[in-house]
């Protein structure tokens, strides 16, 4: 490899791993968006399952309903957190590809050096 060569490997590959962090944070941030949906979302549940149990006939029925959209919005999130964590996985492998290349990059300077 020459030294031209090894310049612009390593701007591509510093410029995929800045890609790759640029993702995570957004991944991360999503994460904790949707972390935060869930924790509403269980309130309100326990809220409607409070009324259920002490509630009269028509706070139950509606209670039992606002439960079923509840449940429906968990399982929407539930997917969000699955994709989320599906491309993170795919980052992180992607970020040690990375890592192996400036590796490599690394090495052949070390070995330039010795020259």
Do not use: P
């Not at 509840?70 to 957190?81: H, R």
Request: hydrophobic residues 35%.
């Amino acid at each position: 490899m020459e030294w031209k060569e090894t310049e612009n490997a390593t701007q591509s590959v510093v410029e995929r791993m800045e890609t790759s962090v640029c993702s995570m944070e957004q991944m991360s941030f999503d994460a904790i968006n949707i972390t935060d949906s869930l924790v509403t979302l269980t309130s309100k549940a326990k809220e409607y399952a409070s009324l259920m149990k002490n509630g009269d006939a028509r706070e139950r029925e509606d209670s039992f309903e606002e439960i079923e959209k509840i449940l429906d919005k968990v399982l929407e999130t539930a997917f969000q957190v699955n994709n989320v964590s599906h491309e993170l996985e795919q980052e992180v492998i992607y970020q040690r590809d990375t890592t192996a290349n400036i590796r490599q990059i690394i090495d052949f300077l070390y070995s330039m050096a010795d020259v």
